[in-house]
């Protein structure tokens, strides 16, 4: 089966932008993550879905960020008034609930 | 809060020789620890956890909790072992992986 995919693979933006980030999760994981990814770093936690609804979005930086999932499928991370420190990978990652997270191949944001 | 630290940004090691790939972690309750692995142009994969106290390609990695380590060996590396490796942990409660800052393991010929 299809792991989860992330769109774009590559977006380049420009300062003060407005950018949406997609996540396909795996068909049926109901838990849903977002990780941000700096260069030279590991992954740092954003927000999880459990279904629909974010059971922790303490990672979410500022409120410029948000994500949204709702028909508990298909998430969007939607990043508003870009910054160049938001210049990451964004990985997404889906789960049954507690077990094993799936990762995807990530979207490389570069705001200029 | 909880803390993952892996003090080698570089490892490298050459064919056949032992490897270990150093993990210490800091959380207050009994944490879950895995080991996430990242192959060039490939998306990241859970590599062994250590709930499941198993062999995957030839690495183990033992939970100290007197230490506080959770290190990944392996005696023979391989070549096809080069590739960026994680630490993780996930809370008793929670779902949220913490990660480290990666170990890139470059076996040589």
């Known amino acids: 089966g299809a792991g989860v995919s992330q769109t774009p693979s590559n977006k380049v933006t420009e300062k003060g ?11 049926g994981h109901t838990a849903l993550y977002w ?55 964004y990985l997404c990652a889906s789960s049954l609930p507690g077990l094993q997270q799936f990762f995807g191949p990530g979207t490389r944001l570069t705001v200029l | 809060a909880q803390r993952v630290t892996q003090p080698e940004k570089l490892l490298s090691v050459f064919k056949g020789a032992p490897v270990e790939l150093k993990c210490n972690y800091s959380y207050s309750g009994s944490p879950e620890l ?3 692995v990242q192959y060039s142009r490939q998306r990241l994969q859970l590599l062994l956890r250590h709930i499941s106290r198993e062999s995957i390609k030839g690495f ?13 060996k392996k005696p023979f590396a391989q070549e096809e072992d080069s590739a960026m ?5 996930k809370e008793t ?17």
Do not use: M
């Not at chain 1, 030279?40 to 999932?69: H, K, M």
């Not at chain 2, 183990?60 to 990944?72: C, R």
């Open chain 2, 60 to 72: 183990t990695a033992d939970l100290n909790k007197g230490e506080t380590s959770f290190h990944l």
């Open chain 2, 34 to 36: 895995f080991w996430y």
């Open chain 1, 17 to 27: 932008k407005y950018v949406e980030l997609r996540c396909d999760p795996i068909s």
């Open chain 1, 35 to 89: 990780y941000r990814q700096s260069l030279g770093q590991g992954p740092e936690f954003l927000i999880y879905f459990q279904g629909t609804g974010a059971a922790d979005d303490s990672g979410l930086p500022n409120d410029r960020f948000f994500a949204v999932r709702p028909e508990g499928s298909v998430s969007t991370l939607k990043i508003q008034r870009t910054e160049r420190g938001d210049s990451a990978v």
């Open chain 2, 93 to 109: 409660s929670g779902s949220r992986l913490t990660f480290g800052e990666g170990t890139q393991l470059t076996v040589n010929p």
């Open chain 2, 85 to 89: 490796y994680y630490c993780a942990l």
